[in-house]
């Protein structure tokens, strides 16, 4: 799969709500003790706060849309759920409110 890159708008939104985005990842998404101890056939999800941080680390918005989605799919089906820091923010770039946040498939020009 190609490398997505965001625009540097879309990435400075990113940035500006990372830490918030990054809460909602640790939140929803099960730790490695939580997998474990769930069995493969319930928690079969693999990342972990440390691939959202390597994530970030490489600019991988193929791979921060999966972590966030995996997230966003785990998140309980309540309209509270938008008052969590940073969910409405995650949401916005998982649905493209951000414009430029999955880019073009080519790495820009530096």
């Given at each position: 799969?190609?490398?997505?890159?965001?625009?540097?708008?879309?990435?400075?939104?990113?940035?500006?709500?990372?830490?918030?985005?990054?809460?909602?990842?640790?939140?929803?998404?099960?730790?490695?003790?939580?997998?474990?101890?769930?069995?493969?056939?319930?928690m079969d999800q693999r990342?972990?706060?440390?691939?959202?941080?390597?994530?970030?680390?490489?600019?991988?918005?193929?791979?921060?849309?999966?972590?966030?989605?995996d997230a966003w799919l785990?998140?309980?089906?309540?309209?509270?759920?938008y008052s969590v820091p940073?969910?409405?923010?995650?949401?916005?770039?998982?649905?493209?409110?951000?414009?430029?946040?999955?880019?073009?498939?080519?790495?820009?020009?530096?």
């Amino acid at each position: 799969m190609a490398s997505i890159y965001p625009t540097p708008e879309a990435w400075e939104y990113f940035m500006k709500h990372k830490d918030d985005i990054r809460g909602v990842i640790e939140d929803y998404c099960p730790s490695p003790q939580m997998q474990s101890m769930a069995g493969p056939s319930q928690m079969d999800q693999r990342y972990t706060l440390a691939d959202f941080d390597a994530a970030v680390e490489s600019k991988d918005t193929s791979t921060l849309c999966s972590i966030m989605n995996d997230a966003w799919l785990r998140a309980p089906e309540s309209r509270n759920v938008y008052s969590v820091p940073g969910f409405t923010q995650m949401c916005n770039l998982l649905d493209c409110t951000v414009d430029g946040f999955f880019g073009d498939e080519e790495e820009p020009a530096t």
